[in-house]
């Protein structure tokens, strides 16, 4: 019989186990049900894979994420480990296929979301498999206090009765002592080993800057850090905006988030990872698995949702062990417009009402009645046919699909894009041949930069608003185009398909999930506001008051973040910082941000010397906006 360290070796290549992973396999193997919270990075997917691999029979995987399950399953063929996802993508005959091959064919695991695990069939197929034991990967979202509850999680406990003498394994990155509780609670293992790695990381240095100039900020980081860099956005307009200004400073930059085709997030990912472009700009579309171990540093210019998702964020710099690290760049108007859109942004009882009810309508599904086909379903022309809000009506959306009320796909968030294959001069004599394709061709021109270029994320919706025909008629007149080889396009089919899980109930069925609903906004802003009192937090070491909302408590300053810094270094006076500031521009014009490296004081202390030292004409401002010593 092959050992884990066989194992490891055999698949991954590996020679020993990280940290607490071989004691929590060992485990495993010795049938007992274990609880694991290893952060970011920790390897929490060996835990369950080697020993599946060991062990008879198929492990069954409950992930939340379908991103992540095709990433786990594709990774696993890869290594010649036979892995098999449950996705909407498969038909009933194939879902057949599916099981035979897990009971006939040698197939080690069985990926699938809480949701899929709903259907009795699965529910039934499942009964009759040989399962070695279950994993629930994102444990965290079976408790209400966790930062992605999904009631789904709640329904896991099904498994006990399918499986009734099968062993769990539950796993996170990121959990507080109350929501490890109500994991063991609510799978009904609460006699289960608990693994827990401590979120303290000793190379990981915490700093938080306020500043109206970010671009400037991120330039003077930037020219410190001589390895790979991640920089989170607020959204995915900022992330090519920020890449575009860093690659014009000379900076290679790529930029990643979820409304690129796969080709392009792959792209951009690639070039990352073997680090041909060291700075990638991405939103937290950017995440899953990535396991780089030379990340210098992780710079927020958003502000995250929860402590909980910037401790997994900032955790994956310095995975080598080196100094790295986490820089949180913001100012006092973002705060506040953070804690505005939010509010704004959370849909009312009244405006998830209206959008059930809207829904019904759309489909003509009558009172009373659930209907069994999924429908196609458009975003953009469902908010346009009513007078929604994008926003608000996606935010209800993912309500209504967490109170188990719909299901909603996230194909919208996948573009169509195109890419013109033919020169400026092959394009313009076959417009002369094809006056009628005019108008498109310009349309298409005017509204992108580059589509000779690259492939070009496009909307077909807008596009066809603006030419006066229908979405239809567009695609048809793209795929002309296409079949003439003047451009390719590709679909990634923007629209989703939409199922209904209950009865239409309208006013009875939001009323229903009313209390979850009110309980779960409330719990989202109370970690966004935790979040804000980290930021504005100026005499507490940021190590300590992180570690202590996830229940560690330690008294001794780490004295390497922004607080510890400034609580340790003396403040100079505004004459002494005049002074300094006159003896640095001796040698050298310098930036306001390059001054702010070089002298220990914060923004509003350089702003008000530099101030008075350009009342005193003292110093000046080049054309290149940096300060000099007047003649």
């Not at 057949?96 to 039934?124: C, M, R, T, V």
């Not at 992605?148 to 539950?170: C, G, M, T, W």
């Not at 509204?447 to 066809?464: K, R």
């Amino acid at each position: 019989m092959k050992t884990p360290q066989d194992i490891l070796k055999t698949y991954w290549g590996f020679n020993n186990f990280r940290d607490s992973q071989e004691e929590i396999i060992n485990s495993v193997l010795n049938g007992t049900d274990n609880v694991v919270l290893l952060p970011t990075g920790g390897g929490k997917s060996i835990c369950y894979q080697v020993p599946a691999l060991i062990l008879k029979g198929v492990c069954i995987v409950i992930s939340p994420l379908i991103a992540l399950i095709k990433d786990q399953v594709e990774s696993l063929n890869n290594k010649n480990i036979r892995a098999i996802a449950l996705t909407s993508q498969l038909s009933q005959e194939e879902i057949i296929i599916a099981f035979d091959n897990l009971q006939f064919g040698g197939f080690k695991f069985l990926y699938l979301s809480p949701e899929k695990l709903q259907s009795k069939f699965i529910q039934d197929k499942i009964k009759q498999l040989n399962v070695s034991f279950i994993a629930i990967d994102e444990a965290h979202c079976i408790s209400e206090w966790g930062h992605d509850f999904r009631p789904s999680y709640l329904k896991l406990i099904i498994l006990k009765e399918l499986q009734p003498n099968v062993k769990f394994i539950a796993l996170t990155a990121t959990a507080t002592e109350k929501v490890l509780d109500d994991i063991k609670i609510n799978l009904d293992i609460k006699n289960a080993n608990v693994f827990k790695k401590s979120f303290k990381r000793e190379n990981l240095i915490y700093q938080v800057y306020f500043t109206e100039n970010y671009y400037e900020k991120l330039l003077y980081f930037l020219s410190k850090l001589n390895e790979s860099v991640i920089i989170y956005t607020g959204n995915r307009k900022q992330t090519k905006e920020v890449a575009k200004f860093l690659i014009q400073n000379n900076y290679k930059s790529a930029f990643y988030h979820g409304g690129l085709s796969f080709q392009e997030k792959n792209n951009a990912y690639n070039s990352w990872i073997s680090g041909e472009t060291p700075v990638m700009v991405a939103t937290n579309a950017f995440g899953m698995g990535i396991d780089k171990s030379n990340v210098r540093a992780v710079i927020h210019l958003n502000i995250p949702n929860s402590l909980e998702n910037y401790i997994q964020e900032a955790g994956r710099a310095g995975r080598d062990g080196k100094p790295s690290y986490s820089i949180i760049l913001t100012n006092q108007a973002e705060l506040h417009n953070t804690k505005t859109r939010f509010i704004t942004n959370t849909p009312t009882l009244k405006f998830i009402k209206s959008v059930y009810f809207s829904l019904n309508q759309f489909y003509n599904i009558p009172i009373g009645e659930l209907p069994l086909e999924s429908f196609n379903f458009s975003l953009q022309e469902f908010c346009s046919k009513y007078k929604l809000n994008l926003l608000q009506t996606f935010n209800a959306l993912k309500i209504l699909e967490r109170e188990n009320i719909l299901v909603l796909d996230d194909n919208f968030s996948k573009k169509s894009t195109v890419k013109f294959i033919v020169s400026n001069t092959q394009l313009f004599n076959y417009l002369d041949r094809h006056p009628s394709k005019n108008d498109l061709i310009k349309l298409i021109l005017r509204s992108y930069g580059g589509i000779f270029d690259h492939y070009t994320t496009i909307n077909e919706y807008n596009l066809a608003k603006k030419l006066g025909v229908s979405k239809n008629d567009f695609i048809k007149a793209l795929k002309a185009l296409m079949k003439d080889e003047i451009l390719i396009y590709s679909s990634e089919n923007s629209n989703s398909r939409l199922t209904f899980l209950v009865l239409r109930e309208d006013n009875y069925t939001i009323n229903s999930i009313s209390k979850n609903i009110e309980k779960h906004s409330k719990l989202k802003f109370e970690k966004l506001k935790a979040v804000i009192s980290f930021i504005e937090n100026n005499d507490v070491c940021r190590n300590t008051e992180l570690l202590s909302y996830f229940n560690e408590h330690y008294t001794t300053p780490c004295g390497k973040c922004d607080v510890c810094k400034k609580n340790t270094i003396k403040p100079k006076s505004n004459k002494n910082i005049e002074t300094t500031i006159l003896k640095l521009l001796y040698k050298q014009n310098l930036s306001s941000n390059e001054l702010a490296g070089l002298l220990n004081c914060n923004d509003k202390e350089l702003l008000f010397s530099l101030k008075l030292l350009l009342e005193k004409n003292k110093i000046a401002i080049t054309s290149q906006n940096k300060f000099k010593l007047n003649n």
